[in-house]
């Protein structure tokens, strides 16, 4: 809906958060940003601690896209595997860009204590096989982080998992206690209080129409303008045409989660009982974790072709009970969804049109800890510490094939492949 968040658990569990007024007339400021989500909001407190004056321009509402309804699960890395970062830059950047991945990661911790953001965080994350070859893919993958990036991972056996989730579809894990997941729109909006205590004017409703640039660029809306020094482009997957370079080197997708009504403490740690995050390593993954009032909070299902699956809560259901059989004939109380923004190769793309005008896109539905990153590394470089944003900056990026007619096709056709692969192999 125009103008207040998706129905979702995330939306009713939430405080609620003080409307700010729509932009109108014209502002200056030494920084405007696109976009009130985490990356937003991050790029803001981290300019606003530096003393600059801030404008931040929301079409909606703050958290309104996927960083307040996102599946919550905050994990080293990026949408890629690191392999692929290192094949594409060489080791030695490939290095760097991992260790400041976790930087992301304590980025959130250290946010939440220095503000006093309460947004249920808990620790631990895994990623489950559910055939062979999983294993051999994530033992290779173990040694990979612990032999060229100095990050041991956990094995943990099919017992030891099961240990701790009793379960019969998974064949052990890859586990790592210093990921994690959140509350995404608790924390999205806890920035944004941030932002507003260090000075940042945050406009809601305000839809950016137009980005005019130049020297001093100019973001346009319906009522009102703000020219500035530098601009922030941080709307991702539900940003079009402001800056069309940028448009076809995503490709937005649909992704779902539902929460079942409340299992109950005791029901919810039989189900998983060190409250961990979990997926698996399925190209059409599950993933799922417990919420504080103990939900299970289940996402399974993505589209590729901009349509919502249909009967989007039975087939959620029918994943969730694959995975949880004990759940059968528990209601699923929140369906809801929105759009990721992937690139083509999976891996971040954030840079800079010309001098003054930065973005960062491409999360690849691992932006919890990735998109707070991107706000400090652009900052850093409207601040004139462009280096880290450079090596960024070095990662190729092709445009999606196809052009605008072809390219949800395509990916709909490739996307149906691994599905196969996923039941075949």
């Known amino acids: 809906m125009s103008g207040s968040h998706v129905r979702s658990w995330y939306a009713a569990s939430a405080p609620d958060f003080p409307a700010q007024a729509a932009l109108e007339g014209t502002l200056q400021a030494d920084v405007c940003i696109l976009g009130a989500g985490i990356v937003g909001l991050s790029t803001a407190i981290e300019l606003a601690e530096a003393g600059l004056s801030v404008v931040v321009l929301e079409a909606q509402c703050v958290g309104w896209g996927a960083s307040g309804r996102s599946g919550g699960q905050a994990i080293f890395g990026f949408g890629c595997d690191q392999s692929k970062i290192t094949q594409a830059v060489g080791l030695a950047d490939s290095k760097r860009l991992f260790d400041w991945s976790l930087e992301g990661l304590e980025l959130i911790k250290q946010r939440c204590t220095q503000y006093g953001i309460d947004c249920d965080w808990r620790d631990i994350h895994a990623h489950v096989p559910i055939k062979p070859r999983h294993i051999t893919e994530l033992k290779s993958w173990q040694h990979d982080l612990a032999e060229n990036f100095d990050y041991p991972l956990q094995w943990w056996d099919r017992e030891q998992l099961q240990a701790v989730m009793p379960n019969q579809r998974y064949l052990g894990a890859l586990v790592d206690p210093n990921s994690g997941h959140l509350h995404p729109l608790k924390y999205t909006q806890g920035l944004a209080h941030a932002a507003l205590g260090l000075g940042v004017r945050i406009f809601e409703q305000s839809k950016v129409t137009q980005l005019l640039r130049g020297d001093r660029p100019v973001f346009k809306t319906a009522h009102g303008q703000v020219q500035c020094d530098f601009a922030v482009l941080a709307g991702n997957a539900y940003v079009h045409g402001i800056a069309p370079e940028l448009d076809d080197k995503i490709m937005p997708v649909g992704t779902y989660i539902g929460a079942t009504e409340p299992l109950g403490e005791a029901r919810a740690k039989a189900l998983i009982s ?25 996402g399974g299902r993505a589209s590729y072709s901009t349509l919502p699956p249909p009967n989007l809560s039975g087939t959620l259901r029918r994943r969730m009970t694959r995975v949880f059989p004990i759940l059968e004939g528990v209601r699923m109380d929140y369906v809801w969804g929105g759009y990721v923004d992937i690139s083509l190769n999976r891996a971040p793309h954030w840079g800079r049109l010309g001098s003054n005008v930065f973005f960062a896109q491409g ?51 490739a996307m149906a492949w691994f599905k196969l692969r996923d039941a075949l192999f």
């Open 274 to 298: 060190n409250d961990m995050a979990v997926a698996d390593v399925n190209w059409a993954l599950d993933y799922f974790r417990m919420s504080a009032d103990h939900r299970l909070l289940f």
């Open 363 to 413: 999360f690849s539905g691992h932006g919890i800890a990735a998109t707070g990153l991107a706000g400090r590394i652009m900052a850093e470089a409207i601040r004139g510490q462009a280096a880290r944003l450079d090596v960024f900056s070095r990662i190729p990026h092709r445009n999606f094939p196809g052009g605008r007619a072809l390219r949800t096709p395509l990916l709909v056709a």
